[in-house]
């Protein structure tokens, strides 16, 4: 029974190490678990032509995305990422825009080479906002108890000009003291698709409610260089492979062209009408 039970807990230990193990040689590839077998996978390809428009709703509401909060900025040669941790007295938080309920921010982080494409298209670089659905208290109970215990908004980076906000990430990353406004990691037109998925990374829990915004803030080559310059010469990207859509819908929300805002749908209405 003794033997059965230090057994039982090696194997435990070897399939968490395993996990815990992983990296990006083959994109993903050969992670486990529901990284394998699960149906509701991230990142994806947004085919634009194929999202649902919304236009009812509230619009995304956030909470202290403007005030320049104090800021801990973490190297992690584990995961392959700087990963940003704002000051806890600090209630960082979003609503609204189709989420159900309030999801307070925990950390923010960056892949190089974007996990989501749209149309496509691969971008330079792309920051996640981790929240957790505040009445979980913290992101482990979040993410295993509630298929939207997560949100997680996605901004796409776009190689043009040096973008001052990544440029104190750089300097936190450096050792600095830096100070963050989380508004700045978001393009001004918040416009946004929307699906649910998954952690990009081992466990790749599918708890996840995926804001991936329409615009693309811009990034400098040296910018994109000095992120990857953090880890080894062989970690060339840090994007897991795309995964099958499967039986999801990806919506679209708050567009002004064409049916896709409310007015411009009432307007057509009464034009058919006459
Ligand atoms: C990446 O992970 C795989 C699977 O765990 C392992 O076999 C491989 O040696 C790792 N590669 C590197 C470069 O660490
Ligand atoms: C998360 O919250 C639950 C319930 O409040 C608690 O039992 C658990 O230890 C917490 N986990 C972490 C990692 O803080
Ligand atoms: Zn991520």
Redesign the pocket.
Known sequence: MRSLSVVLSLLLVAAVKSQENWNYTRKGDDWEGVCQTGIRQSPINILSRWTIPRFAGLPLRLSNYDQEVPVTVTVDQHHFTIRIDPDPSVRIAISGGGLRGNYVLQSAHFHYGSEHLIDTKRYALEAHLVHYREI???R??AATNDPEGIAVLGTLYCEATANSNLEQVLQGANGEQVKLRFRDFLPRNLDFYRYQGSLTTPPCSEAVVWTVFKNSLPISQQQVDAIKGNFPDDVTSTYRNVQRLNTRRVERWGFRSGFQSKVDFLKSSLNILG
Do not use: E, I, V
Request: proline fraction near 0%.
């Open positions: 979980y208290g913290n482990t109970d």
